[in-house]
């Protein structure tokens, strides 16, 4: 409009309202606002009486539907077992140091791998340090992936272009319908900031705005690596079970910039 050009308003009109479309899209896809969305915050839905006990009950567990096998201690084989943060048992909390005293093994022995970057990967701008997970694990001779959730992000494409930006090859990034049925003869999966898009309780928890929503089957994975900034719901205000698991599933709370660190230091 300042330089009086009729083609370059209509374009750039056309582009804004086909962007705002895509956006009302996803909004639709995660049962959320466009203002919701766009200004940030948490939905914090109470969860029916149906919701909370598929919550509680873990959808990944293996064990007995009787007392006394859901008590029973799991059995963890060298190598193969879950390490979180270190547990504050004063408070209940955790504490700052990690303890991925599995991360090495299980990135050595993983031949093929799926990398799951969400909005924390965003905020962290960590995308830098996922191009140099890949190259590390390429160089390793790995199969490395990369798979993209339509409404991962603020808008869709936007993991897309975060990972463009670091020269990440598109052919590597796959769309969650192509990718989907590979999960479960992936070695290893890493997701990176994210979290509604990967939860299990969408298929689950009903009354809660994900329930139906598709989601990348992260949890199918032999391994899974999840670097979060905490075990807080998502936008959607829906815990995840994943985030409980204890067999095959290694958390790396806090920035993704760190998370990614500590993984390329014992890498």
């Avoid at 969400?118 to 798979?147: N, P």
């Avoid at 139906?212 to 719901?233: E, F, H, T, W």
Wanted: hydrophobic residues 40%.
């Amino acid at each position: 409009m300042a330089l009086g050009d009729i083609l370059l308003v209509a374009v750039g009109g056309i582009v804004g309202a086909s962007g705002l479309l895509l956006t009302q899209i996803m909004c639709r896809s995660m049962n959320r606002s466009l203002g919701s969305v766009i200004f940030g915050g948490s939905a914090h839905p109470a969860a029916s009486p149906a919701a909370t006990a598929s919550l509680v009950r873990n959808p990944l567990s293996q064990a007995s539907e009787s007392g006394a096998a859901a008590q029973e201690e799991p059995i963890r084989p060298e190598g193969q077992h879950c390490e979180t943060l270190c547990e504050d048992s004063a408070s209940g909390g955790t504490a700052d140091t990690p303890v991925p005293a599995d991360a090495p093994a299980w990135l050595e022995k993983a031949q093929s791998v799926i990398i799951v970057p969400g909005y924390g990967m965003a905020i962290s701008q960590a995308q830098e340090k996922v191009k140099l997970l890949l190259d590390t694990l390429q160089a390793a001779g790995k199969q490395v992936r990369f798979a993209i959730h339509p409404v991962a992000g603020r808008m869709p494409g936007h993991m897309n272009v975060l990972l463009a930006e670091v020269d990440i090859p598109y052919d590597l990034l796959c769309e969650m319908e192509d990718i989907n049925r590979d999960f479960p003869s992936t070695d290893l999966a890493i997701v990176i900031g994210a979290n509604d898009v990967i939860n299990p309780a969408a298929n689950t928890a009903q009354g809660t705005p994900i329930y139906g929503m598709p989601i990348l089957n992260v949890s199918q994975a032999k391994r899974v690596i999840i670097c979060n900034y905490d075990k807080k719901p998502g936008y959607a205000g829906v815990d995840n079970p994943l985030y409980e698991e204890g067999q095959h599933v290694l958390l790396l709370l806090g920035d993704a910039k760190d998370s990614l660190d500590v993984l390329l230091s014992n890498k």
